[in-house]
């Protein structure tokens, strides 16, 4: 029976994104988050460990076919809590340019050091409320914003709508 990793690691391979280096980023990405989420919760505890390979790294990439059309973008993490959909899309598409944006400042300081043990480049962090003023400076800035497991209100797809540049998509998970 295969675990969880072989099966993420079998799409990736399907999906012609896997390589040696994707491999261990994301061994070292899976360790750093179980250590991380005993401190700060950046993801569900009630889950199994071993399902953040499905349940968060592969439907992180759920959205490949229709994303990897893009290349050097300016993409926006919305409510990324353990970094996801953020962080694995940065892994695959290391040219974006990704922002990971979350209210707790105890995430964000979680996932600099995650960012940092990947040793991933242009990954910035923000610890704003998406409505909230501090945004206006990045008014039409995004190519792409992705966002998992957030209620869109109308008021937070009207701030999406601000903060995406005239062309812009946004793909919303679940």
Same mark, same amino acid.
Request: net charge positive; aromatic share 12%.
């Given at each position: 029976?295969?675990?969880?990793?072989?099966?993420?690691?079998?799409? +990736? !391979?399907? !999906?012609?994104?896997?390589?040696?280096?994707?491999?261990?980023?994301?061994?070292?990405?899976?360790?750093?988050?179980?250590? #991380?989420?005993?401190?700060?919760?950046?993801?569900?505890?009630?889950?199994?460990?071993?399902?953040?390979? *499905?349940?968060? %790294?592969?439907?992180?990439?759920?959205?490949?076919?229709?994303?990897?059309?893009?290349?050097?973008?300016?993409?926006?993490? %919305?409510? *990324?809590?353990?970094?996801?959909?953020?962080?694995?899309?940065?892994?695959?598409?290391?040219?974006?340019?990704?922002?990971?944006?979350?209210?707790?400042? !105890?995430?964000?300081?979680?996932? !600099?050091?995650?960012?940092?043990?990947?040793?991933?480049?242009?990954?910035?962090?923000?610890?704003?409320?998406?409505?909230?003023?501090?945004?206006? #400076?990045?008014?039409?800035?995004?190519?792409?914003?992705? *966002?998992? #497991?957030?209620?869109? *209100?109308?008021?937070?797809?009207? #701030?999406?709508?601000?903060? +995406?540049?005239?062309?812009?998509?946004?793909?919303?998970?679940?």
């Amino acid at each position: 029976m295969s675990s969880k990793r072989d099966i993420f690691m079998d799409f +990736l !391979k399907e !999906k012609r994104l896997y390589s040696p280096l994707v491999e261990s980023l994301f061994d070292i990405y899976f360790k750093e988050l179980v250590e #991380a989420n005993q401190k700060v919760n950046l993801f569900s505890r009630k889950s199994e460990i071993e399902e953040l390979w *499905t349940r968060h %790294f592969l439907d992180s990439l759920s959205i490949i076919e229709e994303f990897k059309k893009y290349r050097n973008i300016k993409v926006l993490d %919305f409510g *990324t809590g353990g970094g996801l959909p953020g962080i694995p899309l940065k892994i695959i598409y290391p040219d974006i340019e990704m922002t990971l944006l979350d209210s707790t400042k !105890k995430k964000i300081n979680m996932l !600099k050091l995650i960012v940092s043990r990947l040793n991933l480049d242009r990954v910035s962090f923000l610890t704003f409320r998406l409505e909230g003023k501090e945004m206006e #400076a990045y008014h039409g800035y995004f190519d792409i914003i992705v *966002t998992r #497991a957030v209620r869109i *209100t109308p008021l937070l797809q009207n #701030a999406m709508k601000r903060v +995406l540049n005239k062309d812009g998509i946004i793909f919303t998970y679940k």
